[in-house]
């Protein structure tokens, strides 16, 4: 069983960047695909990107793709998510999840979930 945090969200203006990790205890994460999710207030949980065990590979939602950058360093155990040129409609709750399906887009293919960090873009 892994246990997954994730931090550094706030509240950030449109234009501006964030960085958030996701760390990991319990498990080690080399042996599981990440991935980002989020969900705004009314909204489903929606896929953000992914990567693969061995950072071979990724993948982005087109609403993000170019602005955000998603990494993993196995050796610390932590998955990060670099936004930026941030806008309003990327305000939501990110959620890190690992599982067994590399990039996969839909959030049954994650086993493990951290609690969520708030990220706010003000326009």
């Known amino acids: 069983q892994v246990q997954l945090v994730e931090s550094g969200g706030g509240l950030v203006q449109a234009g501006g960047s964030l960085r958030l990790s996701c760390a990991a205890s319990g498990r080690t994460l080399s042996g599981y695909a990440m991935g980002w999710f989020r969900q705004a207030p009314g909204k489903e949980r929606e896929f953000v990107t992914g990567?693969?065990?061995?950072?071979?590979?990724?993948a982005y939602a087109d609403s993000v793709k170019g602005r955000f950058t998603i990494s993993r360093d196995n050796a610390k155990n932590t998955v990060y998510l670099q936004m930026n040129s941030l806008k309003p409609e990327d305000t939501a709750n990110y959620y890190c999840?690992?599982?067994?399906?590399?990039?996969?887009?839909?959030?049954?293919?994650?086993?493990?979930w951290g609690q969520g960090t708030q990220v706010t873009v003000s326009s």
């Open positions: 990567i693969s065990r061995s950072s071979g590979s990724t």
């Open positions: 999840a690992a599982g067994g399906i590399p990039l996969s887009q839909r959030p049954s293919a994650y086993g493990y």
